[in-house]
């Protein structure tokens, strides 16, 4: 039995730490976190993804994705994202709102699950005025997960 439990949990490192392992100290995956990639295929499933520059990060590795699935009051502080998203994917069954400022104040844009904007004004004059404006993000209570 203790065997089959092992190997369950994936082997030889819990193996070798033993009963010091519980199944709390397992690594649960972050609410809100920050990556250098790029490209709506990097964007985890449930997460809100705001990219740094245009086209989702055009092929650019090392500029930064903020992904979240909470509510975020300060896009700035440890995320360094505060006024400088330029395209939001939002990979989530949510509907997630941005805010031109903190602490979800403004008139914010609405963004559906699976939709995602480009804020590049290659295309549109109007896209100018999302383009590095956002400071706080909230998701709505209309989603159907959570
Ligand atoms: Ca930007």
Known sequence: MRRSVLLAAGGGLLALTGALVSPAA?????????IQSWGKDNCQEGYVCLYEDWHFNRNQKDWKILLTRKDLGNLGGDFHMDDRTSA????SDRTVKLY????HMGVPLTVGPREAFDFTN???????MYNDKYSSLKFTT?????
């Open 26 to 34: 397992t690594a649960a995956p972050l609410d809100a976190f920050v």
């Open 88 to 91: 939001v994917f939002n990979n």
């Open 100 to 103: 031109p400022g903190k602490y």
């Open 142 to 146: 209309g989603g159907n997960d959570h």
């Open 122 to 128: 290659d295309d549109s004059l109007e896209s100018d």
